[in-house]
């Protein structure tokens, strides 16, 4: 039978292109976080994809090697001592150097203190070789941190050999940033052929459980393969550390061909055949990569070993791929159970590149699951910057939970839109789940209740419902805790105990929040009489658009209303001659409730909107409201035209009226009414094109003291001394003005 694929139990976008390829990238998992790296930042989240916190690799090495240029980055959960750990390459060919830059955390939060290193690559031991660690590798056990590398020469770019360091965690984590001791192997060779380099380099086994060795994995270094090197390096913190190396058979496979996509002829670079990480649990070790496959190994397949590390012999080696696909830079990774999880890219002729994932429980027969798309590919891709190749990879990232060993999480790569786009998504996977679905209603009337949130305590994810109340959540334990919260309504929290694999009903209800009186009265801040008006109460973490709640005042500006309590913005729509709205400082409701007076002033500018129809009072409203001037707009279109005395309530504001670029600027009525307002010392500021053009000659123009000449191509405009236009000045050009 067919082994199933994992469940997803969270699937979300994460780090977008930078300026770099390829993207390089991959991932840790802690308790409550996730850290994903690309070539060049970092980003940490928590388990519901929030972002918390972003930086490039060199803003955070800058404090030790400025401008270091940091690439090819490794990160890890070190969950026997609860630190992270990271690891970016750098090297000047200038300078002649080369570092190992490190940083751990000093605990379990990658939000708190980190320490950081630049542990000299170019060193074999004390000796200068010369050379910079390409590609390097990270693999944690129970004793050290063990970082693999392909030298390559500083000054001619030669490949010389691999190299693994061991690194013990004593000085690495004693949160003092003092000098760190290690010890280096170099020059890897065939086990069975000692005059053969390998070239990988030789992956450091990441360890689920303490061992006395330290295991460390290479494929063939011939064109065709026929074996993985295998390791065993004992003692290693000791002063006898011995390495050891076997080769273990495999089946014969090449290395991939590079990867057809949809939309065009230019293929993907699918990287060399190599292991990239490696997994070491229960006396085996797991590793994968991408082989040829297909007829005439014209396709490119996903391709795992599992080795027994105690007879020296594959026991699993399968390969999944058909004709006309392509898996592109696989990772491995076991849950608790020794259950496998693998994540890669693939495309195909009719298929973009995509983040996909496969697995395989221990129980099923031989072989892998059919591949599962977690993100499709988007569009064509051929991104070179500058360069040859059309690079992608050159890695994946894959993670145990720490907290819950059942669940495995991945980065993966997919090409996104526009074309020519790299992306990732990280998805979580599990072959043990309990799953909870239903509907969240309103205890008091059941009514669906749209946008609740239902968040797992024990892990982060969470869940919204959608508009008919309905959500779905994946557990990795049997009793989880659920807080459910939803605007307007009161949180709750329930313990469903739930079944292995299985998605059962769990229909919660929610009490309507609280509600309390919220009253009083709407008034000049001069007089202190009331002031008719509207009221819209705008809620906080209300999810529907608008106001939660809309009032009337009576006529000497009373309110009072009935509503949930929380943090409102409010926002009052009076009577003429005040502002067309005046918006509160926040208040909160409590349960006792609140009386809350609100004063306003009448509007410094009364804005007559006489453009026949356009929209500049938006320009008029925006830039009086940035330079803290209340003003009520007065639409000569929908309203007609003011009366003297509607305009005479507006004592000592300015009246701003503007015409637009209408072909009618102001009528006999119009120019009357501003003379009269002009004759009882009223201030004006009157804009428009061609006003003074059509009015020349008329009483309002000899009341202004202005006269048309001709039309300039540059006029300039000058405020006033004394008025609020004092000290602007502004040129107006072409036909608009």
């Known amino acids: 039978a067919t082994s199933q694929p994992p469940t997803i139990l969270a699937s979300f976008e994460s780090i977008p292109q930078g300026n770099s390829i390829p993207p390089d990238p991959i991932m840790a998992v802690g308790p409550d976080h996730i850290i994903a790296c690309v070539n060049t930042s970092f980003e940490i989240y928590d388990k519901s994809g929030n972002s918390l916190f972003r930086s490039t690799a060199d803003a955070w090495y800058s404090n030790i090697l400025p401008g270091a240029g940091a690439f090819d980055p ?23 150097t080369a570092f190992y830059l490190v940083s751990v955390s000093d605990d379990a939060n990658p939000l708190g203190e980190w320490y950081s290193y630049a542990l000299p690559a170019n060193l074999n031991g004390t000796n200068n070789a010369f050379n910079w660690g390409d590609y390097p590798k990270m693999g944690c056990d129970d004793k050290a941190e063990n970082i693999c590398g392909r030298m390559c020469s500083l000054t001619c770019g030669g490949f010389y050999y691999c190299k693994v360091r061991i690194v013990p965690k004593s000085q690495l984590y004693a949160n003092t940033g003092g000098p760190v001791d290690y010890t280096d192997f170099w020059n890897f060779r065939d086990p069975s052929n000692p005059s053969v380099i390998v070239d990988g380099p030789p992956i450091a086994a990441s360890h689920m459980d303490s061992s006395n060795t330290t295991y460390i994995v290479v494929d063939s270094p011939y064109n065709t393969s026929t074996f993985i090197s295998v390791w065993e390096l004992t003692d290693p913190l000791g002063t006898s550390p011995t390495l050891i190396g076997q080769n273990a058979s495999t089946t014969s496979s090449l290395g ?41 190994n014209q396709s490119a397949f996903t391709r795992y070993v599992k080795v027994d590390v105690n007879t020296n012999v594959a026991v699993e080696d399968f390969a999944l791929g058909s004709d006309n696909f392509y898996h592109m830079y696989p990772a491995i990774a076991v849950d608790d159970e020794n259950n496998i999880f693998i994540a890669y890219s693939r495309s195909g002729n009719n298929e973009f590149a995509g983040a996909a994932f496969t697995g395989r429980r221990e129980s099923d027969f031989p072989g892998l699951a059919p591949t599962t798309i977690i993100k499709e590919g988007e569009a064509f891709y051929d991104q070179r910057f500058g360069g040859a190749r059309n690079r992608w990879g050159d890695y994946m990232g894959i993670h145990t939970d720490p907290k819950f060993p059942n669940i495995v ?25 309990y799953g909870a679905g239903g509907a969240i209603t309103d205890a008091s009337n059941g009514d669906p209740i749209e946008f609740a949130e239902l968040t797992l305590v024990e892990s982060g994810q969470s869940s919204v419902t959608d508009s008919n109340g309905e959500y779905q959540l994946i557990s990795p334990i049997i009793d989880p805790t659920f807080s459910v919260t939803s605007f307007a309504y009161q949180p709750t929290t329930i313990n469903p105990n739930l079944v292995l694999n299985d998605t059962i009903d769990v229909n919660i209800t929610m009490q309507p929040e609280v509600e309390a009186t919220l009253a009083g009265q709407v008034k000049d801040v001069s007089s202190g009489a009331g002031v008719q008006a509207d009221i819209e109460l705008w809620a906080e973490g209300n999810p529907f658009p608008g106001p939660y709640q809309s009032i009337s005042t009576d006529a000497n500006g009373n309110y009072s209303t009935s509503t949930i309590i929380g943090d409102y913005e409010v926002r009052v729509f009076p009577v003429l001659p005040y502002p067309d709205v005046v918006v509160t400082d926040s208040i909160m409701l409590e349960v006792a409730g609140q009386t809350f007076d609100i004063e306003i002033g009448i509007a410094d500018v009364f804005v007559i909107d006489d453009d026949e129809g356009s929209d500049y009072e938006e320009l008029f409203s925006s830039a009086f409201g940035e330079a803290d001037i209340t003003s009520r707009v007065w639409s000569v279109d929908t309203e007609g035209l003011p ?82 236009t004092e000290g602007l000045t502004f040129s107006t050009l072409g036909g608009d003005g």
């Open 74 to 96: 490794v990160i890890f959960y070190d969950h026997f001592e609860e630190r992270w750990v990271m690891l970016w390459d750098n090297f000047n060919d200038t300078n002649l």
């Open 409 to 433: 999480w991945g980065l993966m790569e997919y090409a996104g839109s526009p074309s020519s786009t790299w992306r990732t998504w990280i998805g979580a996977f599990a072959y043990n789940f």
């Open 256 to 296: 991939p061909p590079d990867a057809v996509q949809q939309g065009g002829n230019q293929r993907i670079d699918s990287g060399r055949r190599a292991y990239r990480n490696a997994i070491y649990q229960d006396g085996f070790l797991w590793a994968a990569t991408a082989v040829a496959g297909g007829i005439g």
């Open 643 to 724: 009366t003297i005395g509607t305009i005479n309530q507006f004592s000592g504001s300015v009246l701003a009226w503007y015409t637009g670029d209408g072909v009618n600027t102001l009528d006999a009525a119009e120019q009357t009414l501003i003379a009269d307002y002009l004759t009882n010392d009223g201030r004006l500021l009157l804009t428009g094109q061609n006003i003074i053009e059509q009015i020349d000659g008329a009483a309002l123009a000899t009341q202004l003291g202005v006269s048309f000449s001709n039309n300039i191509g540059f006029p300039i405009v000058a405020g006033v001394t004394g008025e609020f």
